[in-house]
């Protein structure tokens, strides 16, 4: 899944979004590198990467409820 420069530090960050494609996009303009592009899983939850410009991996998703 991840190259060597994508690997993880050993932690993620993670954030819940109510409209995830315009916070991913303003993450993206703002300097993030989109490391998996944002796919629906099987239980409905939408979940997306990101690499902050430190290295950082983040996780933007929505809600689970």
Same mark, same amino acid.
């Given at each position: 899944m *991840?190259?060597?420069? #994508?690997?993880?530090?050993?932690? $993620? =960050?993670? *954030?819940?979004?109510?409209?995830?494609e @315009?916070d *991913? $996009?303003?993450?993206?303009?703002?300097?993030?590198? $989109?490391?998996e592009?944002?796919?629906?899983k099987?239980?409905?939850?939408?979940?997306? #990467? @990101?690499?902050?410009?430190?290295?950082? =991996?983040i996780e933007?998703?929505t809600?689970?409820?």
């Amino acid at each position: 899944m *991840f190259s060597n420069w #994508y690997k993880p530090f050993g932690i $993620e =960050l993670a *954030f819940t979004s109510k409209n995830i494609e @315009l916070d *991913f $996009e303003k993450a993206k303009k703002a300097g993030a590198t $989109e490391v998996e592009k944002i796919i629906t899983k099987p239980w409905g939850q939408k979940v997306g #990467y @990101l690499r902050d410009n430190n290295g950082f =991996l983040i996780e933007v998703c929505t809600s689970m409820v």
